[in-house]
């Protein structure tokens, strides 16, 4: 059975906090009786069926350190018996330490990088934890054998050399096609910044960036996955921002179609 830890932690948002409060209302989704619990192939997905609720994370302050020792144990510990994990709720700074957990169960892990944005930076604001920065600590890091970034439509010249520098695979919004898929190498581990949306899809995000996917072309993309598919995080959500749960809808239903790739 795959689990599902929420991931309240925001304190590495370089603009707006809110990301903390993404767990309750991606759950709630589940629960309020708009939607039902089917993915789109027909599957069931729903708690003690498809996956157990790990509840969430606690964190006892805001220090980044602790936080990231915090996830990165936790996220360990549940792979320790080979389930899979997906995990809700944080701004992207979380998906370092998360990652970071899953190299060390699975040799060789690739990753996909749905965002609008490459979170490359060295550091942002001085702050090396930002969560404009997790994929640079991950590829200075060396442990993950190839990292594929789709949707990007905010990269700067530093994001760029970092992009060639490490020689990683980019797709960007602007010349967007799905010739990646064919190219994606298991086992892989997706992240999912709900940003890589058009805010049109997907207003409860921190940074809204225009020109982005639809939420079928998003959908389409996980859909046609054909490697095993190791663990996923959704991020970046903010309530804050949200229109009447619109984006925690996206959210619910983008939860469940990764959760049926996982069981793949
Ligand atoms: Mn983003």
Redesign the pocket.
Known sequence: MIKLLGVPFDANSSFLRGPALAPQHIRLMDREGSANRFSEDGSLVAENETYQDMGDIHFEDTNPERAFNAIKSTIANLLKDGTKVLSIGGD?SVSYPIISAFTGRYEGLNVLHL???G?LYPSFDDNPYS?ASPFARLLEEGKINSLTQVGLRSLTEVQRAQIRKYGTQLVEMKDFKEDFLKDLQGPLYISL?L??LDPAYAPG?S?H?PGGMTSRQLLKIVQSIHVEVGGADIV?YNPVRDINNMTAMVGYKMMKELMVKMAQ
């Open positions: 992207h965002d609008a944005h979170d969560h910044d940003d890589v995000v940074h960036e970046e």
